[in-house]
C-alpha cells in the first residue's frame, strides 16, 4: 500500500462465522498467491483468531477497494490519508486500528478548545496529554514504548516544555468526564459526599453557589437530573488543584445561563494570579467554545479509522474554517460543503392552517413546590416550533402535557393527534439490536426513503448491527431521533435532540428533521439549549421564563425575532452574526457591541 493509506477493520463488526471470507477470496494480490488478507491466528491479542488482518504493505490501497465492497458487514475501511500527514502517527491502537495524527498544546494561562467529530481521537489525545497512555508513534507491536521517542519527536516544538515536565511526573490532572450519566452508576453516596473529597483549592462553597446545586447537595447522586449531574462533575473538576485541566463537553443538558456560568468559571481559573494551569476543553456548542476559549485546534480525518488535530488557531479563524469545510493552512478539504447560517435577521413566518389550538394551562408538583402557567395559543402545520427557557422551568413539563404522557390541573389538552415523543433522557435497558428496533416502529424502515433522509442523516449505517445497550450517548441519541421521526405522526416532540452530538451530528440532525417537516408537512416541536440549532430550525419560538424549580410561565407561540429577544433579554445575553459565515456570536459581556444592542433592544442581532 502506498504510505499514505491505511487499512482499518472494525473488529466489532468482522463475524467470519457468519461469511466465506469474501473479502480474502476476492483480494487480487490474494490471488495471486500473496498473503494480503489472512486469518488473525491463535495468538490474536484483540478480537476472534478467525476474524482477518491487513497487510498494508501488500494491500493496492483506495484505488482498488475490492474488499471493501466484498465484506457483507461494512468491517473494512481502506483510506488515502493527506499527502500532508509526511510524519507516523502520534499513536496507533493496533494493526488496522485506529491511528492519531497530532496532539493539542497545553498553554498556561489559556483555555485551548478542540473542535472536530466524536470518535477522531480528542480522548485518545487528553489520554497522551494525562500521561495515562504513552505514544507509540505508530509502533503498535511495542508494549512499552517509553517517553524518549516521544520526547524527540516534539523537540523544538510547542509541546516539548509540556511533555518533559509530564514525562518527570511533574504534572497533575483534573478532568470532566463526558457522559455524566455514568457518575452515578461509578460512584454510590450523596451530592455533599462526591464533592467535598474534591475541594483540593477551598473554593467548593463558591462553585456551589454560583453552579446553582446547593439545593441537590444532600440528595443521592443517582437521584438528580442530567443538569444538576453536569454541573456536579464542573464543580469537581474545578474544585482540584491542578496543572491541567480537560473538560469534556460541558453543555449538554445546560440551559445558555448556565452555560454561561461554567464558561466564566473556566476562563477564571485559566488566568488565576500565580497559577500556571492549562485548561483543555472539547465542545460542541460553537457559540459557548468560541466565547470560551483562546486559541482552538481543529480535528478532522475519518471517525473510527483516523483523526488529525491541526496545529493551533485564533478561534474565530478555526470554527469559520471548520464551518467553511477547508482548512486553509493545511490546504484541507474536510467536507464537501459548508454549513451556512442566514444572513439576515429571523424568517418572517406565513402561518398555515391551524393544526391544533390549546387554552391556558397550569400544572402544579407537590403542595407547590413548583407550578407552570402556560398561555394559550395556536401551533400551525408544517411549522418547526422552538421552545426555549433556563432548566427546571417546565419545558419538558409542557411536552409531556402535548404528549398526553401528563394531565394538567386546569385547562384541557385532547389534541386528538397521532403524536411522535423524544423524551430529554434516553433510558435503554432491552438488549435488542438497532435494526430491529427501529423495523419494529416503522413499516418504512429499509425503504429507500427512509434510508435517503433518516439513516444517511442521522449516520446510523454503521450502529445498525450494534445493541442499542451497547451504543454511546451520542449514538442514542440519533436512534432516538430517527425513532420518533420514523412514525407516522399529526405532532413531532423532541426534547433536547442536541445533547452529546458533535457540530457536524447536530448540523445533519437539524437537516433531517427540518426536510421532514417540509417533505411531510409535518409539525415539529423542538427543546434546545443549543442556539445555532434552534436558529437553523425553528419558524416561530415559544419562550418560557421564571424561577427554576419554583415557577414557570410560558408564552404564546411569537415570531422568531421577538421570541429571541425577549428570551435573551431575560438571560442579559446579547449575539451578534460573523461577518463572514452569518453564524450567531455571543457577545462578550460589557463590550462596546454588547452595550450597543442592549441600548436598541437588539439582544439577537440587527437586520
Known sequence: MADDSIAVVDLDRCQPDRCNYECANYCPPNRTGK??????????????PDQIRISEEICLGETCGICVEKCPFDAIEIINLPSELEEDPVHRYGENAFALYGLPVPEPGTVTGILGPNGIGKSTAVHALAGERVPNLGAHEIDDPGWE??????????????????????????????????????????????????????????????????????QEIGSISGGELQRVAIAACLARDADFYFLDEITPYLDIGQRMVAARLIQEL?????????????????????????????????????????DPKSVRGGINEYLKGYLDNENMRIRPSAITFE??????????????????????????????????????????????????????????????????????????????????????????????FLSSITDRFGSSYW????????????????????????????????????????????????????????????????????NHDATVLVIDH??????????????????????GHASAPQEMRAGMNDFLADLDITFRRDERTGRPRINKPGSQKDAQQKREGEYYYSA
Open 149 to 218: 521517542p516521544v520526547l524527540d519527536r516534539f523537540r523544538g516544538t510547542g509541546l516539548q516544555t509540556y511533555l518533559e515536565a509530564l514525562q518527570a511526573g511533574d504534572v497533575t490532572v483534573a478532568r470532566k468526564p463526558q457522559y455524566v450519566d455514568q457518575i452515578p452508576k461509578q460512584f454510590d453516596g450523596n451530592t455533599r459526599d462526591l464533592l467535598e473529597r474534591t475541594d483540593e483549592r477551598g473554593v467548593l462553597d463558591d462553585l456551589i453557589d454560583r453552579l446553582n446545586i446547593r439545593p441537590v447537595m444532600d
Open 270 to 310: 485559566a488566568t488565576d494570579e500565580g497559577t500556571e494551569r492549562s485548561m483543555l476543553v472539547v465542545e460542541h456548542d460553537l457559540a459557548i467554545l468560541d466565547l470560551l476559549t483562546d486559541v482552538l485546534h481543529v480535528a478532522y480525518g475519518e471517525p473510527g479509522a483516523y483523526g488529525v488535530i491541526t
Open 343 to 436: 444572513e439576515h435577521a429571523p424568517r418572517v413566518t406565513t402561518k398555515g392552517s391551524p393544526l391544533v389550538a390549546y387554552p391556558e394551562l397550569s400544572k402544579s408538583y407537590g403542595d407547590g413546590e413548583f407550578e407552570l402557567d402556560v398561555e394559550g395559543g395556536t401551533i400551525y402545520e408544517s411549522e418547526v416550533l422552538g421552545i426555549v427557557g433556563p432548566n427546571g422551568i417546565g419545558k419538558s413539563t409542557l411536552a409531556r402535557i402535548f404528549a398526553g404522557s401528563l394531565e394538567p390541573d386546569t385547562g384541557s389538552v385532547d389534541f386528538d393527534l397521532d403524536i411522535a415523543y423524544k423524551p430529554q433522557y434516553i433510558e435503554i435497558d432491552q438488549p435488542m439490536r438497532v435494526d430491529v
Open 35 to 48: 498473503e494480503c488478507i489472512t486469518q488473525r491466528g491463535p495468538d490474536a491479542v484483540e478480537g476472534g
Open 530 to 551: 443549543d442556539i445555532y440549532m434552534i436558529d437553523l430550525l425553528a419558524d416561530r419560538l415559544m419562550v418560557f421564563d421564571g424561577e427554576p424549580a419554583v415557577s
Open 451 to 518: 434510508n435517503t433522509e433518516i439513516a444517511q442523516p442521522l449516520q446510523l449505517e454503521r450502529i445498525m448491527e450494534r445493541d442499542l445497550t451497547d451504543l454511546s450517548g451520542g449514538e442514542r441519541q440519533r436512534v432516538a431521533i430517527a425513532a420518533c421521526l420514523s412514525k407516522d405522526a399529526d405532532l413531532y416532540l423532541l426534547d433536547e435532540p442536541s445533547a452529546h452530538l458533535d457540530v457536524e451530528q447536530r448540523v445533519r440532525a437539524t437537516t433531517a428533521i427540518r426536510r421532514y417537516a417540509e
